[in-house]
């Protein structure tokens, strides 16, 4: 069973400050990648996607880079702002039966704090 | 052009009721998700329409769940003889490419269901 754990739980940053929240999961067989941004009381915005053939998206101040290898992805935020506040989820899309049946697999997200 | 709504945005029930949650996607999109999101398991996927067929329905978490896509377009999930466990957020999102996972996906605001 895929599992995705997401480093750290939570992260205070100032304003300004380049900043990088980690990924990991346990099957390397993966389809692709996400990262989601979720508000407080709010859905999920897409920010990026990682086909797995991909090794990183960049997206204005946003990178995301994968090494399916490793079982790791990392978000970079570069310059970070008050309004990055948000939870960040990271996702997983796996084949589990090899046949196109998709299973996707969430982390526990990372809960970030912009201080201005 | 509006993007995905849900209906109810709250709703409370009693423990063994049935409830209905409808989802409407962003016209055009074929591919259809439901998510589920509470405390304790975090987000977790349901179930993923392609058009109005449902390839895998092992992500629901139980027999009195089920959910229906009619004309291409508006999803319900069902829930029958609701327990306490069952209170969460359901999400749901849509997504245009006929290959599911692949592309963007959008989400709407979600219910949050109580099961008093």
């Known amino acids: 069973k895929q599992e995705v754990t997401q480093i750290p739980a939570a992260l205070s940053v100032p304003e300004g400050e380049n900043l990088v929240l980690n990924c990991s999961f346990t099957d390397s067989a993966i389809y692709n990648l996400q990262w989601f941004r979720q508000d407080p009381g709010k859905g999920l915005t897409s920010l990026l996607l990682?086909?797995?053939?991909?090794r990183e998206q960049t997206s204005g101040r946003l990178n995301a880079s994968l090494d399916k290898s490793s079982g790791r992805s990392t978000l970079y935020i570069a310059a970070s702002q008050p309004g990055d506040s948000a939870t960040y989820l990271c996702?997983?899309?796996?084949?589990?039966?090899?046949?196109?049946?998709?299973?996707?697999?969430f982390g526990k997200g990372t809960k970030l704090s912009v201080i201005p | 052009g509006a993007g995905v709504s849900q209906s109810p945005s709250n709703k409370v029930t009693e423990k063994g009721k049935d409830v209905e949650l409808r989802c409407d996607p962003i016209?055009?999109?074929?591919?259809l998700y439901w998510y589920r999101q509470s405390l304790g398991q975090g987000l977790e996927f349901l179930i993923y329409?392609?058009?109005?067929?449902?390839?895998?329905k092992s992500g629901l978490p139980s027999d009195r769940f089920s959910a229906e896509r009619t004309g291409g377009s508006v999803s319900t999930l069902t829930i029958q003889r609701t327990q306490q466990e069952d209170s969460a957020v359901y999400l749901c999102?849509?997504?245009?490419?006929?290959?599911?996972?692949?592309?963007?996906?959008?989400f709407g605001p979600g219910t949050r269901l109580t099961v008093l």
């Open positions: 016209s055009g999109h074929t591919a």
């Open positions: 990682i086909q797995s053939s991909q």
């Open positions: 996702a997983v899309l796996l084949d589990s039966s090899g046949a196109g049946s998709y299973q996707l697999t």
């Open positions: 329409f392609q058009g109005n067929s449902a390839p895998d």
């Open positions: 999102a849509s997504s245009l490419t006929r290959f599911h996972f692949a592309d963007t996906q959008y």
